[in-house]
């Protein structure tokens, strides 16, 4: 109750969601206004194929046993579920990398993603593991940093939106991992003169009698001292459909809500980094995030 409690006051002092009711489902994309909660629409809804966001398509100078080898240890001997890889923009020859090994095996379907959705079946924990590799042509494929580990435990009471999954009511900890990893975010994230970061997307999905959620969180790698290191991790949208009872022609209101958070990079530094602003889409909220050299990582401002 304590918690819950907590949980209540914190999300109304966040973000106030952007809701709507509409009489029928055809009515629903019109409406939506992040472009988050659309293109959630667009592929859950709709139908429509999912990008490559994890680069299982590899180039040609990459294979996924080459990948796997790199980035795998060697007391991990659950086969690989997923093995991407996307090239850096700006660095020729340079490849985020990523492999999961256990949880779900992945469909036939160009939906490529890490899933450690539990469906009830029996199947091994995911570890996910990520590395940045450089890859010339007649040349074997190297790390350039040590690769890491990654959980994906994200704080969902630290945000600007004012919902969140609700596996956070079960969870014994302010922080939980995503239902699943499904792309890089190669946006250009210059953290600091001449270094650059790179994202990877986590997204929770719920189902519900009408309707659904769907969540997802933003994590920024980063090679600080040789290792790939996670700098930062934070909520970053949500999008709700509640239906209603139905109508007598078959059609059925269904309540909207959502909200969305952008990440920009500020002129301002501090040690030596730039500063970041975590801004809801409709400005009505930010957060302030700045580099702390005791944990090398950003951390809310004041903290």
């Given at each position: 109750?304590?918690?819950?409690?907590?949980?209540?006051?914190?999300?109304?002092?966040?973000?106030?969601?952007l809701?709507?009711?509409?009489?029928?489902?055809d009515?629903?994309?019109?409406?939506?206004?992040t472009?988050?909660?659309?293109?959630?629409?667009?592929?859950?809804?709709?139908?429509?194929?999912?990008?490559?966001?994890?680069g299982?398509?590899?180039?040609?100078?990459?294979?996924?046993?080459?990948?796997?080898?790199?980035?795998?240890?060697?007391?991990?001997?659950?086969?690989?579920?997923?093995?991407?890889?996307?090239?850096?923009?700006?660095?020729?020859?340079?490849?985020?990398?990523?492999v999961?090994?256990?949880?779900?095996?992945?469909?036939s379907s160009?939906d490529?993603?890490?899933?450690?959705?539990?469906?009830?079946?029996?199947?091994?924990?995911?570890?996910?593991?990520?590395?940045?590799?450089?890859?010339?042509?007649?040349?074997?494929?190297?790390?350039?940093?040590?690769?890491?580990?990654?959980?994906?435990?994200?704080?969902?009471?630290?945000?600007?939106?004012?919902?969140?999954?609700?596996?956070?009511?079960?969870?014994?900890s302010?922080?939980?991992?995503?239902?699943?990893?499904?792309?890089?975010?190669?946006?250009?994230?210059?953290?600091?003169?001449?270094?650059?970061?790179?994202?990877?997307?986590?997204?929770?999905?719920?189902?519900?009698?009408?309707?659904?959620?769907?969540?997802?969180?933003?994590?920024?790698?980063?090679?600080?001292?040789g290792?790939?290191?996670?700098?930062?991790?934070?909520?970053?949208?949500?999008?709700?459909?509640?239906?209603g009872?139905?109508?007598?022609?078959?059609?059925?209101?269904?309540?909207?809500?959502?909200?969305?958070?952008?990440?920009?990079?500020?002129?301002?530094?501090?040690?030596?980094?730039?500063?970041?602003?975590?801004?809801?889409?409709?400005?009505?909220?930010?957060?302030?995030?700045k580099?702390?050299?005791?944990?090398?990582?950003?951390?809310?401002?004041?903290?």
């Open positions: 109750m304590v918690k819950m409690l907590l949980y209540l006051l914190l999300t109304m002092a966040a973000q106030p969601a809701a709507e009711t509409v009489h029928s489902l009515q629903v994309p019109a409406r939506l206004k472009p988050e909660a659309k293109h959630t629409f667009a592929q859950q809804i709709e139908g429509k194929p999912a990008p490559d966001g994890l299982v398509h590899l180039p040609p100078q990459l294979s996924a046993p080459q990948i796997t080898a790199l980035l795998v240890p060697a007391d991990d001997k659950v086969p690989p579920s997923i093995v991407g890889a996307r090239p850096l923009p700006g660095q020729p020859s340079v490849y985020a990398a990523i999961c090994t256990g949880g779900n095996m992945p469909g160009d490529k993603r890490c899933d450690q959705s539990n469906f009830g079946i029996p199947r091994p924990d995911m570890h996910v593991y990520l590395g940045v590799i450089e890859a010339k042509e007649n040349e074997s494929p190297h790390l350039i940093a040590k690769p890491a580990a990654i959980d994906g435990l994200v704080n969902w009471h630290d945000t600007n939106l004012s919902d969140a999954p609700t596996a956070l009511e079960d969870a014994n302010d922080q939980i991992p995503p239902d699943t990893f499904d792309s890089f975010d190669m946006a250009a994230y210059t953290i600091a003169p001449n270094q650059r970061a790179f994202g990877l997307r986590g997204e929770w999905s719920e189902g519900y009698a009408g309707g659904g959620a769907n969540y997802i969180a933003l994590y920024l790698f980063a090679v600080i001292d290792t790939l290191k996670q700098i930062l991790a934070v909520p970053m949208s949500f999008s709700k459909d509640i239906a009872d139905w109508h007598a022609d078959g059609t059925r209101d269904h309540d909207l809500t959502e909200g969305a958070n952008v990440l920009v990079v500020l002129k301002h530094s501090t040690s030596g980094h730039f500063d970041l602003l975590l801004k809801a889409r409709d400005g009505k909220s930010h957060r302030l995030l580099w702390s050299e005791a944990s090398n990582n950003y951390q809310p401002a004041g903290k």
